[in-house]
């Protein structure tokens, strides 16, 4: 009986978009507020000489930092990569650290600035497990030994924010606890007031030249302060990782680690752990019972399934974030997510299905339609750039032929060349399209990819096509059509008023103008009835080839037949009329 309950509730639950989605979980992660870090007297004896050094660093901190921004005032042409890169190492190691958080980042950084930081990844120094341990006990409230039955010092990795240790719960459930590094949440907040004050005292950029990438350091310092804030907060990783388990998951065929609400703060995250291998090895998944050919299906359709049905998706889907485990696909490290809205997806495929037509109105159409035009975008030069892009598809008649990730790119060249701002979210769609083809090449390179992308595609096409609204759109066309046929008369009947009142002078004298007027507008008359018969008759050929129920008992859907009636009658009735007058 409660099943039955169940089921009823979720067939009349209401399906939500994914603009609906986002607002959800944008709003949960609004609600989580910065609380300063209450240490035990246990964790601030062990970093008492930090604490220390730290107090002392800040009283002349401000006068170090601006020190070493009038030091690299001389970057008259902006900020290079390796530029930026020198800057942070000398500003100090939270500065380090940021440039390690935003390495990743592509979606906010130019690619060539984020390969320059990654080399910031590297020699990360780990924490002593005595102040790992103390900071567990300090956010939990309870000794280690309540909470664990087993915890490991060695971390299984070391990164800029944080660490993370194997463990294994009371009650024997596998569980890994990520842990933010100490005190480093209020030095970079602190750091950041002091930038954003001295950061316009060194002066502005000029643009780049020779074509050499180049940045303003106060727009880097807006960017970094905003991503810095989210990934210093695991809360917004755990939500995160609860979203996809519960809302992109649900199916249970693919998933992600459970949350360990009570073991999850502002500075420690712990989940359940994966015990498996990255789907990079390819030895250990046929041990397991799989093959890498399904696991890159699983994968492949898991990613187009967050694109295309739900508009969030996993931003960095290299093959260390995906593990495999008995088989099953484990999507992990939640700490960036890309978001596409339902109006990016639908320009997206008007630029595709314009690229198909070669129609470069379409096209222009779509690309303005996600990205944002300036005063130097030219659209007749948009459109001709567009025309010689789609000339490279003009032999492709299926979407299986065309290379997403490469049209994609293509796609934001273009914009950036008209001066068209493409928005963050689109641009690290691009790249995350880009690393899950990699992971494909390298797991599975038989797998036909673009044609499970393209019958994802499709299937989307389906979901969103609205027979009233096509209907309506001809309708339209078809109206809008006879009224400027129906004004031919009219504009005849004045031009004729204004030669018999003397304001237009001809050398023509013309009797009964009204028996001729009236007698083109019956055949405008009919001539109208031919063109709304013959946008009938093409609206129901479309139709035809579609399996829009109701169907017919030989498979034709029901109004593609209404339609094609219609429009034959009307022909019928047209063509009558003419030959009737001629007699």
């Known amino acids: 009986m409660e099943n039955k309950k169940k089921n009823t509730q979720e067939e009349t639950a209401p399906v939500r978009s994914k603009d609906d989605l986002a607002r959800d979980l944008a709003y949960t992660k609004e609600k989580f507020e910065h609380t300063p870090m209450v240490m035990t007297p246990e964790l601030e004896q062990l970093l008492a000489s930090e604490i220390k050094a730290s107090d002392k ?8 930092m601006l020190g070493v921004l009038a030091k690299h005032n001389f970057y008259a042409n902006g900020l290079t990569p390796a530029e930026l890169r020198t800057t942070l190492e000398d500003l100090g190691p939270t500065y380090v650290k940021i440039g390690q958080i935003m390495s990743s980042r592509t979606d906010l950084l130019p690619e060539s600035y984020c390969k320059e930081l990654e080399t910031l990844r590297q020699n990360v120094k780990e924490l002593d497990p005595a102040i790992v341990r103390a900071i567990i006990e300090s956010e939990t409230g309870k000794k280690i030994s309540e909470i664990y039955k087993e915890f490991s010092d060695k971390p299984l990795g070391s990164a800029s924010i944080g660490q993370v240790h194997y463990g294994v719960l009371l009650d024997g459930t596998k569980v890994v606890t990520k842990v933010q590094r100490p005190l480093i949440q209020e030095m970079m907040e602190k750091d950041f007031e002091l930038l954003k004050k001295l950061a316009p005292m060194v002066g502005g950029v000029a643009p780049a030249e020779d074509g050499e990438d180049a940045m303003d350091l106060v727009t880097i310092i807006n960017e970094f302060e905003k991503v810095t804030k989210e990934e210093l907060d695991f809360r917004v990783e755990a939500a995160n990782t609860k979203f996809f388990r519960e809302i992109v998951f649900e199916d249970g065929q693919v998933t992600c680690p459970r949350v360990i609400e009570e073991l999850t703060t502002e500075r420690i995250f712990t989940m359940t752990f994966v015990d498996g291998c990255s789907v990079g090895k390819k030895d250990k998944l046929i041990e397991q019972g799989t093959t890498p050919e399904q696991v890159g299906r699983d994968i492949l359709e898991s990613y187009l399934h967050q694109v295309f049905d739900i508009g969030i998706f ?12 008995e088989g099953k696909v484990h999507w992990i490290d939640f700490g960036m997510i890309g978001q596409i809205t339902e109006g990016d997806m639908n320009a997206l495929q008007d630029l595709i299905v314009g690229l198909l037509k070669g129609d470069s109105e379409e096209m222009a159409k779509g690309v303005l339609s996600i990205g944002t035009g300036s005063a130097n975008t030219d659209r007749n030069k948009l ?3 567009l025309e010689f892009f789609s000339a490279k598809y003009m032999n492709v008649s299926s979407l299986n032929d065309i290379d997403f990730s490469a049209l994609l790119g293509e796609v934001v060249d273009l914009a950036d060349k008209h001066h068209i701002v493409m928005p963050g979210r689109f641009t690290m769609l691009v790249r995350s399209f880009l690393t899950i083809e990699g992971v494909m090449e390298e797991l599975c390179p038989q797998l036909n990819l673009f044609e499970i992308i393209s019958d994802k595609l499709m299937e989307r096409v389906k ?8 209907i309506l759109n001809l309708g339209q066309g078809v109206l809008d059509t006879g009224k400027k046929v129906s004004r031919i008369p009219q504009l005849i009947a004045d031009a004729l008023s204004d030669i018999m009142k003397g304001r237009i002078k001809i050398n023509l004298e013309l009797t009964g103008y009204q028996e001729l007027a009236d007698g083109l507008n019956e055949k405008v008359n009919d001539v109208i009835l031919i063109i709304v018969a013959c946008v009938l008759f093409s609206g129901g050929c479309k139709l035809a080839s579609t399996q829009i129920r109701p169907l017919t008992p030989n498979g034709m859907p029901l109004i593609a037949v209404f339609l094609l009636v219609v429009s034959l009658s009307l022909m019928i009735f047209a063509l009558k009329r003419i030959f009737r007058k001629k007699k």
């Not at 660093?57 to 170090?64: D, F, P, Q, S």
């Open 314 to 325: 996993h931003a960095d889907p290299h093959q260390g974030n995906i593990m495999c485990s």
């Open 383 to 385: 459109k001709e750039d």
């Open 57 to 64: 660093k800040e009283k002349k901190r401000g006068a170090e």
């Open 463 to 470: 979901k969103t096509f609205s027979l009233e609204k096509e």
